[in-house]
């Protein structure tokens, strides 16, 4: 069975980074990340263009977590907790699998950085150890090749292709499926 109360909220910390809650102080990172065409070009959801936007997308994140539905954290600097480099969570559940979605953006400013590699680490092992998740699983629009090759270096697999999955933007999207599971050792 899973474990879906987060309160209180769980920080993650890593080497540089502070996973904390997304909140609503956080409006204009949100709206930089979450408004910016190149953070979101593999990302179909509608962009941020408003702060009233950006807050729709802070109520989200906060709603989810109250729910038991999802969690998602701010990848900050953890030396200046106010600076966001992205968002990283769960983005479903789904309890009768033992299994979430895990998705993850990232602000281009920050790429190349190798954060979301050490992101990923802490939020798995939150999931497998805290939530009591049994897999993991990613989806991805295919052309985002450096996606990809974050789960491959982080030992997911291949699972399958869907194509024509859904429509965004008038758009048809194949999304590519990867997988994590629990390994005995955790």
């Given at each position: 069975?899973?474990?879906?109360?987060?309160?209180?909220?769980?920080?993650?910390?890593?080497?540089?980074?502070?996973?904390?809650?997304?909140?609503?102080?956080?409006?204009?990172?949100?709206?930089?990340?979450?408004?910016?065409?190149?953070?979101?070009?593999?990302?179909?959801?509608?962009?941020?263009?408003?702060?009233?936007?950006?807050?729709?997308?802070?109520?989200?994140?906060?709603?989810?977590?109250?729910?038991?539905?999802?969690?998602?954290?701010?990848?900050?600097?953890?030396?200046?907790?106010?600076?966001?480099?992205?968002?990283?969570?769960?983005?479903?559940?789904?309890?009768?699998?033992?299994?979430?979605?895990?998705?993850?953006?990232?602000?281009?400013?920050?790429?190349?950085?190798?954060?979301?590699?050490?992101?990923?680490?802490?939020?798995?092992?939150?999931?497998?150890?805290?939530?009591?998740?049994?897999?993991?699983?990613?989806?991805?629009?295919?052309?985002?090749?450096?996606?990809?090759?974050?789960?491959?270096?982080?030992?997911?697999?291949?699972?399958?292709?869907?194509?024509?999955?859904m429509t965004f933007q008038d758009e048809e999207?194949?999304?590519?499926?990867?997988?994590?599971?629990?390994?005995?050792?955790?």
């Open positions: 069975m899973l474990n879906l109360h987060f309160n209180p909220f769980p920080e993650l910390r890593t080497r540089r980074l502070l996973l904390r809650q997304v909140l609503p102080t956080d409006v204009e990172a949100v709206m930089k990340i979450r408004g910016n065409e190149e953070a979101m070009r593999y990302i179909p959801r509608p962009r941020a263009k408003t702060t009233e936007d950006a807050l729709a997308v802070v109520k989200m994140l906060t709603d989810g977590i109250k729910e038991g539905k999802s969690i998602n954290w701010a990848v900050s600097n953890i030396h200046n907790p106010s600076e966001i480099y992205g968002i990283m969570g769960y983005v479903n559940f789904y309890p009768e699998l033992n299994k979430a979605e895990i998705g993850y953006m990232l602000h281009p400013d920050y790429w190349g950085k190798a954060y979301v590699p050490e992101a990923i680490v802490e939020v798995e092992k939150f999931g497998f150890e805290q939530i009591n998740l049994q897999s993991i699983e990613a989806k991805i629009d295919p052309r985002n090749g450096n996606s990809r090759k974050i789960l491959l270096r982080n030992n997911y697999q291949f699972n399958k292709l869907v194509e024509k999955e999207l194949d999304s590519e499926y990867y997988i994590k599971h629990k390994s005995l050792g955790i």
